[in-house]
């Protein structure tokens, strides 16, 4: 570990010296590129692992409002979202536990695994809580590979590479989220949303093959030789499980809008409390200045714009008569503009306006989520969710990949994986709980109950979808503040 001027702590990368003509390790050249001689292979093959989960992403997203209409499950159309990001909180915490003592490769390849055999789950369930039990497997398999990716990265990666590396991370949506849509449309409109779900798995082989020699030998163990071999933390574990368990009783109050429903979300309450402050940052939830702020921005950031764009596709599938296909197209776009704002943030030339860019990047997401509903209105035309959400991606593309940036900076070597975790519970966390509410304020307003316009059939209810997106953009603006409390010490 080494300091910053600005007293920072930052990782030092494991040697990745390469071999010459004599067999003698040299060490990379400093004008070496993520795509050098030195990191090609690596780049590449964690690249394809985040191609395959983008794939996931954009194409599911496309398939959901006909799996939960043909499952009956509209009412319940938040948990399907909400349930993978619930238990991904899960797989943060062990994943964070497991890169720390043994290396990233274990977590990297179970949570590969655990996130196939979701998949499969959920295309073949016959009835929407089976689904959802399938989506709830797959965020655990997530939770593991995203906190193992960070680790590799901090670990296999200098400093000066992080900010490249994070932009192609972002960079490897941009195929995804205009093949994704258009591919998961089309497979559902005359296949059937099942296969989009039961296909993707065979999507996994390559990126194993190609990353996981890489990972082993640049970070495959622990960072500390003395940590091989320590047991868990059982505490973390079992505050893992409290905020896992809360974050699902207070989903569940939120979909029964009865008075009964209170019982439940007072133990989630219960649960969640002492496991979110257990597990995150000290001063967190007050945006103490530094890590702690950088850590609730990730979460809401995330949340806001994920709870928003979750309802993106149903609603223009329900109030605007659009296919599956041309409205998971409508996003299409947005994978590229997110892949921009996140190169913007790489350039060594935007590093002392980084908190700056970030800024810009939360009002850009407000504005952008308060625009969507603008459609509901049915003058305005279909096209303007598109151009709304490219830009309001371009401000995301600028704030993830930069808290991820600011949080490795902040990190020592061996609570790399720890904070890694951190950030991961407080995106999924804020997913879920965001999710919960606007999933509870879409059922109180009708929600359940609104079908595809072109049928011609009753039951439409536009404020269901605008009292989903308002608040989401207020939530954004609170980011906007966090923004200015990122640097605990001025440069």
Same mark, same amino acid.
Request: glycine share 12%.
């Given at each position: 570990?080494?300091?910053?001027?600005?007293?920072?702590?930052?990782?030092?990368?494991?040697?990745?010296?390469?071999?010459?003509?004599?067999?003698?390790?040299?060490?990379?050249?400093?004008?070496? %590129?993520?795509?050098?001689?030195?990191?090609?292979?690596?780049?590449?093959?964690?690249?394809?692992?985040?191609?395959?989960?983008?794939?996931?992403?954009?194409?599911?997203?496309?398939?959901?409002?006909?799996?939960?209409?043909?499952?009956?499950?509209?009412?319940?159309?938040?948990?399907?979202?909400?349930?993978?990001?619930?238990?991904?909180?899960?797989?943060?915490?062990?994943?964070?536990?497991?890169?720390?003592?043994? $290396?990233?490769?274990?977590?990297?390849?179970?949570?590969?695994?655990?996130?196939?055999?979701?998949?499969?789950?959920?295309?073949?369930?016959?009835?929407?809580?089976?689904?959802?039990?399938?989506?709830?497997?797959?965020?655990?398999?997530?939770?593991?590979?995203?906190?193992?990716?960070?680790?590799?990265?901090?670990?296999?990666?200098?400093?000066?590479?992080?900010?490249?590396?994070?932009?192609?991370?972002?960079?490897?949506?941009?195929?995804?989220?205009?093949?994704?849509?258009?591919?998961? $449309?089309?497979?559902?409109?005359?296949?059937?949303?099942?296969?989009?779900?039961?296909?993707?798995?065979?999507?996994?082989?390559?990126?194993?093959?190609?990353?996981?020699?890489?990972?082993?030998?640049?970070?495959?163990?622990?960072?500390?030789?003395?940590?091989?071999?320590?047991?868990?933390?059982?505490?973390?574990?079992?505050?893992?499980?409290?905020?896992?368990?809360?974050?699902?009783?207070?989903?569940?109050?939120?979909?029964?809008?009865?008075?009964?429903?209170?019982?439940?979300?007072?133990?989630?309450?219960?649960?969640?409390?002492?496991?979110?402050?257990?597990?995150?940052?000290?001063?967190?939830?007050?945006?103490?200045?530094?890590?702690?702020?950088?850590?609730?921005?990730?979460?809401?950031?995330?949340?806001?714009?994920?709870?928003?764009?979750?309802?993106?596709?149903?609603?223009?599938? %329900?109030?605007?008569?659009?296919?599956?296909?041309?409205?998971?197209?409508?996003?299409?776009?947005?994978?590229?503009?997110?892949?921009?704002?996140?190169?913007?943030?790489?350039?060594?030339?935007?590093?002392?306006?980084?908190?700056?860019?970030?800024?810009?990047?939360?009002?850009?997401?407000?504005?952008?989520?308060?625009?969507?509903?603008?459609?509901?209105?049915?003058?305005?035309?279909?096209?303007?969710?598109?151009?709304?959400?490219?830009?309001?991606?371009?401000?995301?593309?600028?704030?993830?990949?930069?808290?991820?940036?600011?949080?490795?900076?902040?990190?020592?070597?061996?609570?790399?994986?720890?904070?890694?975790?951190?950030?991961?519970?407080?995106?999924?966390?804020?997913?879920?709980?965001?999710?919960?509410?606007?999933?509870?304020?879409?059922?109180?307003?009708?929600?359940?109950?609104?079908?595809?316009?072109? %049928? $011609?059939?009753?039951?439409?209810?536009?404020?269901?979808?605008?009292?989903?997106?308002?608040?989401?953009? $207020?939530?954004?603006?609170?980011?906007?503040?966090?923004?200015?409390?990122?640097?605990?010490?001025?440069?």
């Amino acid at each position: 570990m080494r300091l910053t001027l600005a007293g920072m702590a930052v990782l030092e990368p494991r040697d990745t010296g390469v071999a010459d003509a004599s067999g003698k390790s040299r060490p990379p050249s400093s004008d070496e %590129t993520v795509l050098g001689r030195s990191y090609r292979a690596l780049s590449v093959g964690i690249v394809s692992v985040v191609l395959l989960v983008a794939f996931e992403a954009t194409a599911v997203g496309t398939a959901m409002p006909v799996a939960a209409r043909e499952l009956d499950g509209v009412s319940l159309y938040a948990f399907a979202f909400s349930g993978y990001f619930t238990t991904s909180l899960l797989g943060m915490v062990l994943a964070g536990q497991w890169s720390d003592r043994r $290396g990233p490769l274990g977590a990297l390849t179970s949570g590969i695994a655990t996130f196939v055999a979701g998949l499969l789950l959920s295309g073949t369930a016959g009835v929407m809580w089976l689904f959802i039990l399938g989506r709830a497997v797959q965020g655990l398999g997530g939770g593991l590979v995203i906190v193992a990716l960070y680790v590799v990265v901090g670990r296999a990666y200098p400093e000066r590479l992080r900010p490249a590396i994070m932009a192609a991370f972002a960079a490897s949506w941009v195929v995804p989220s205009v093949v994704g849509p258009l591919a998961s $449309g089309a497979v559902t409109e005359h296949l059937g949303w099942r296969w989009v779900f039961v296909g993707i798995p065979v999507l996994v082989v390559f990126p194993l093959a190609l990353a996981l020699p890489q990972i082993r030998r640049r970070a495959g163990g622990p960072v500390d030789d003395g940590a091989a071999g320590a047991s868990f933390d059982r505490r973390r574990i079992r505050l893992a499980l409290g905020i896992s368990l809360g974050a699902g009783l207070l989903q569940y109050a939120a979909q029964d809008l009865r008075p009964l429903s209170l019982l439940p979300a007072a133990a989630g309450v219960a649960l969640l409390v002492p496991a979110v402050l257990g597990l995150l940052p000290r001063g967190t939830y007050r945006a103490a200045r530094g890590l702690p702020s950088v850590v609730l921005l990730r979460g809401v950031a995330a949340g806001s714009f994920i709870a928003a764009e979750s309802f993106v596709p149903l609603m223009l599938v %329900t109030q605007r008569g659009l296919s599956p296909t041309l409205a998971g197209f409508s996003l299409a776009a947005s994978g590229a503009t997110w892949a921009l704002g996140s190169w913007v943030q790489s350039r060594p030339r935007v590093e002392p306006y980084r908190e700056r860019l970030m800024t810009v990047g939360m009002v850009l997401v407000a504005a952008a989520i308060a625009a969507v509903p603008s459609v509901l209105i049915d003058a305005v035309p279909a096209w303007t969710v598109a151009v709304a959400w490219g830009f309001g991606c371009f401000g995301m593309g600028l704030v993830i990949s930069s808290t991820s940036v600011l949080l490795l900076q902040l990190s020592a070597p061996e609570e790399a994986g720890t904070n890694s975790a951190a950030l991961q519970i407080s995106d999924g966390l804020s997913n879920a709980l965001l999710l919960a509410a606007g999933g509870a304020a879409f059922a109180a307003l009708g929600g359940g109950s609104v079908t595809h316009t072109a %049928t $011609g059939a009753s039951g439409s209810h536009p404020a269901a979808f605008a009292v989903v997106f308002l608040p989401m953009a $207020g939530v954004a603006l609170v980011g906007a503040w966090v923004t200015t409390r990122l640097r605990s010490v001025a440069r």
